[in-house]
C-alpha cells in the first residue's frame, strides 16, 4: 500500500474561473519508508503539491491521501522544514527543537510528565547532525548550516511518519549544503520516516532520493521519474561517478523540455 498519493489532483487559487491553476490531473504514489525528491522548472507547482500533501491547501479536484486516509485538514503525522529555518529567536536551540511537542497530540499531553525522556530524544536527535554542545545556544549564535540541522531536528522530534522538505538547503553555500545532505541521510537511514524533498538542486536530488518526480510547467503534473540505483550510504563523490551523471543529465533534460513545453 502506498503512504503518499495523489489521484488527478488539481489545485486552482482564486476564487473563480480566472484564477492560477497550479496543478492540474497531478498522479503520484509513495511507499512507506520510500525518499522521493521533486524537482521541476521554476513555478511549476512544487510547493503547492507540498501544501496539498499537509492538508495545509485543499485540492480543487481529485484526491489526496496519506496513511490510507483521505487529506481533509492538516496532519499531525507531518514534520516540515523550509529553505528557511525559522527558529525562534528567544529560544535556545534545545527549547526550538522540542517545540513541537508543545503542540502536537499525544506530545503535548505527556511532556510535563515525561520532560526527561523527550530533552534525552532531543539531545540524541542534535548529536546526530552534529550539533551536540549547542544545545544552549541562541539561534543568532549558530551558523546558517547550523540553524537549518537545529530545522530539520524540529521536524523530527515528534516521531513524524511523514518528513516534507521544501527547498531546505537552498538558502546555503555548496559546502554547506553538502554536509548536509550527509547529516539528513544520516537521520534518513536510522529512523526511515517517508521523505518528500522539493529541490532544484539535481546532484542534491540523486545523492538523497531513491527517485525523482519530475514536473511539468504551471500547471504542474508529474511527468517522469528516474530511480536512483546507488548503494546507500552514499558519499559525495558518488555525485560524480558515470552512472549519477548520466541520471542528472536525463532530469535536467526532462526540466528543460518542461520549460520548453515539450517532453524529453
Not at 526511515?192 to 540523486?206: G, N, Q, S, W
Request: hydrophobic share 45%.
Amino acid at each position: 500500500m502506498n503512504f503518499v498519493a495523489l489521484n488527478r489532483v488539481s489545485v486552482r487559487y482564486g476564487e473563480d474561473g480566472d484564477g492560477t491553476l497550479a496543478l492540474e490531473g497531478a498522479t503520484l504514489a509513495v511507499a512507506p519508508g520510500e525518499f522521493v525528491a521533486v524537482v521541476g522548472p521554476s513555478g511549476c507547482g512544487k510547493s503547492t503539491l507540498m501544501k496539498v500533501v499537509t492538508g495545509l491547501w485543499p485540492p480543487t479536484a481529485g484526491t489526496v491521501t496519506v496513511d490510507g486516509r483521505e487529506v481533509a485538514g492538516p496532519l499531525s503525522i507531518v514534520g516540515m522544514a523550509f529553505q528557511n529555518p525559522t527558529l525562534l529567536p528567544w529560544r535556545k536551540t534545545l527549547d526550538n527543537v522540542m517545540l513541537p511537542l508543545e503542540i502536537v497530540q499525544p506530545h503535548c499531553a505527556r511532556l510535563r510528565g515525561e520532560r526527561s525522556t523527550y530533552v534525552a530524544k532531543a539531545r540524541d536527535l542534535l548529536a546526530l547532525v552534529g550539533l551536540k554542545g549547542f544545545e544552549d545556544r541562541f539561534p543568532w549564535e549558530l551558523s546558517g548550516g547550523m540553524q537549518q540541522r537545529a530545522s530539520l531536528c524540529r521536524a523530527l522530534i515528534h516521531d513524524p511518519s511523514l518528513l516534507m522538505l521544501d527547498e531546505p538547503f537552498a538558502a546555503l553555500d555548496m559546502f554547506t549544503r553538502e554536509e548536509l545532505w550527509g547529516a539528513l541521510q544520516d537521520v534518513w537511514l536510522a529512523r526511515r520516516p517517508t521523505v518528500i524533498l522539493v529541490t532544484h538542486d539535481l546532484r542534491e536530488a540523486v545523492f538523497l532520493a531513491d527517485r525523482v518526480l519530475v514536473m511539468s510547467a504551471r500547471p504542474g503534473r508529474i511527468i517522469a521519474e528516474q530511480a536512483i540505483e546507488l548503494e546507500r550510504p552514499r558519499r559525495l563523490d558518488t555525485t560524480y561517478e558515470p552512472h549519477a551523471v548520466a541520471m542528472i543529465h536525463k532530469l535536467r533534460e526532462h526540466i528543460s523540455a518542461a520549460r520548453s513545453g515539450g517532453r524529453a
